[in-house]
């Protein structure tokens, strides 16, 4: 496999990270392994509950990604009419902006569907965990 392949392919497993609930351990911390699976848990019975964990995000990367090509051609165009081709200006442009918006999305962590999220918290509750935030 081509090194460049490589390295996009350890992009984009590297964005597909999944988000957790944080557990509040109490003064004397906690079994992690006993909360990692009450986690675990909770997720399943939110996807069968219909609930899906990252739902739209892909879409929401096209989409971002395509706004992001459209900005980078109209700069370019403009850039390019002052250069003398804003044929070429705005190519570039629609190319440099679709690459900057899909690198920066590879970078930034999904959030968990709110559906999903608010699920997976109301099962923990139930258990009595107390979640302090999402990472």
Known sequence: MPRPLLLVSALLLGGCASNQPVIYAGPNGGD??????????????????????YGGQASDVAKDTVKG????????????????????GAGIGAATGAAVNLVQKLFVPAAPNPAYRA???RCLAD???????WQ
């Open 32 to 53: 992690r392994s006993v909360s990692d699976a009450a986690i675990a848990e909770c997720g399943r019975l939110a996807a069968a509950a219909g609930a899906s964990q």
């Open 119 to 121: 699920y997976v918290e």
């Open 69 to 88: 090509a459209a900005t980078g051609a109209a700069a370019g165009a403009i850039g390019g009419a002052i250069a003398g081709n804003v044929a070429q």
């Open 127 to 133: 258990k009595g965990y107390q979640i302090v935030g």
